[in-house]
């Protein structure tokens, strides 16, 4: 891997990073952990775009997709086991009306074209948390920014 950070590629969803500073804040989570997601790391979602400008069809859109559907509690305690952390971590929420319950795509045109994905959930969660763990110098530095919510 380049010098990219390596972040998984998801829209945002109901896991909100901790907003304390001590490395015994709580992951927040909302629902029952039902909502699924399909995330997928970054270097796939670029490839997929690359691919579409080099052989797709004008007009048509192409969802990019990745093959790890899982609910949003499994997603939660996949992250937490890298931290060897436990589900204790976890501060359940009300769930905000109208939440959808499913967050995954189709991403068969974008299969047609010959995209498959490269990074497993596994990888992607991997390289990415030692990004994070390598790159504080990137990320501390945000959480002093006036203009960031904390």
């Known amino acids: 891997m380049n010098e990219s950070c390596g972040l998984l590629a998801r829209r945002r969803d109901a896991?909100?990073?901790?907003?304390?500073?001590?490395?015994?804040?709580?992951v927040v989570r909302q629902a029952f952990g039902g909502?699924?997601?399909?995330?997928?790391?970054?270097?796939?979602?670029?490839?997929?775009i690359l691919?579409?400008?080099?052989?797709?069809?004008?007009?048509?859109?192409?969802n990019v997709g990745a093959h790890n559907e899982m609910s949003n509690l499994n997603l939660t305690l996949a992250i937490l086991r890298h931290f060897t952390k436990g589900d204790e971590m976890i501060r359940r929420v009300s769930d905000r009306l109208g939440?959808?319950?499913?967050?995954?795509?189709?991403?068969y045109k974008?299969?047609?074209?010959g995209f498959k994905p490269r990074w497993s959930f596994e990888q992607g969660l991997a390289a990415t948390v030692e990004w994070y763990r390598n790159s504080s110098h990137w990320w501390q530095e945000l959480k002093r920014d006036k203009y960031t919510v904390k």
């Open 15 to 26: 896991i909100t990073a901790p907003h304390g500073t001590g490395r015994s804040a709580q």
């Open 35 to 48: 909502i699924d997601r399909m995330p997928g790391f970054v270097e796939d979602a670029c490839q997929a």
């Open 51 to 62: 691919l579409v400008l080099e052989k797709g069809v004008a007009g048509q859109i192409y």
């Open 99 to 107: 939440h959808d319950l499913r967050y995954a795509v189709n991403f």
């Open 110 to 113: 974008l299969k047609q074209l």
